[in-house]
Nanobody, 115 residues
Framework: QVQLVESGGGLVQPGGSLRLSCAAS????????MGWYRQAPGNQRELVAL???????NYADSVKGRFTISRDNAKNTVYLQMNSLKPEDTAVYYC?????????WGQGTQVTVSS
């Protein structure tokens, strides 16, 4: 069993920055990747960024150059640094841990970009 706890969301003005954290507990052996997803009202949940066990990353086109995913293996924590935030980045952000047979999700953290 894996538990994920996100933190770091909040209200920020356009152009501002936030850093989200996802702390994982439980067995992370044989994990494929950890990722950040987001869901805005009326929209489907979409991939924002992921980092594989080997360290390679992928980003949605809409966040390339603005968001950076990273991890601290000693702390079992994945981060999402979000810069140059736009109103369209407003959503609930979810952390996901993907394994061969199961996926685990965090409870989500709200990010609101507004002046």
């Amino acid at each position: 069993q894996v538990q994920l706890v996100e933190s770091g969301g909040g209200l920020v003005q356009p152009g501002g920055s936030l850093r989200l954290s996802c702390a994982a507990s439980g067995s992370l052996f044989s994990i494929y990747y950890m990722g950040w997803y987001r869901q805005a009202p009326g929209n489907q949940r979409e991939l924002v960024a992921l980092i594989r066990s080997g360290g390679t990353t992928n980003y949605a086109d809409s966040v390339k150059g603005r968001f950076t995913i990273s991890r601290d293996n000693a702390k079992n924590t994945v981060y999402l640094q979000m810069n140059s935030l736009k109103p369209e980045d407003t959503a609930v952000y979810y952390c996901k841990a993907a394994f061969s047979r199961n996926d685990y999700w965090g409870q989500g953290t709200q990010v609101t970009v507004s002046s």
